[in-house]
């Protein structure tokens, strides 16, 4: 059994920062790729920002010098650090793992950019 857990999320005015966490735990002996989909409403989710077990980081267009992701293989976790924050970032935030041949995904943490 495999678990995500976010944490970090809430309100914050524009040009602020957050960070993010997402802790997998459970079978972790693989964990793989790791990422986070923000979902707007309305919208679909999208990845912003992927990280792999050996650092290959890969980011979306329009998060490219705001966000940076990270992760501590010891403690199976993944941060987002999210800087110059824009209302348009609103969305819950979904943590993604990828844990063997599967894909998990965590309950989700709400991100409010407004002032």
């Known amino acids: 059994q495999v678990q995500l857990v976010e944490s970090g999320g809430g309100l914050v005015e524009p040009g602020g920062s957050l960070r993010l966490s997402c802790v997998v735990s459970g079978n972790t002996d693989r964990v793989y790729a790791m990422g986070w989909y923000p979902q707007a409403p309305g919208k679909q989710r999208e990845l912003v920002a992927q990280?792999?077990?050996?650092?290959?980081?890969t980011y979306g267009d329009s998060v490219k010098g705001r966000f940076t992701i990270s992760r501590d293989n010891a403690k199976n976790t993944v941060y987002l650090q999210m800087d110059n924050l824009k209302p348009e970032d609103t969305a819950v935030y979904y943590c993604?793992?990828?844990?063997?041949?599967?894909?998990?995904w965590g309950q989700g943490t709400q991100v409010t950019v407004s002032s």
């Open positions: 990280i792999t077990s050996v650092g290959m980081i």
């Open positions: 993604n793992a990828e844990v063997g041949t599967r894909n998990y």
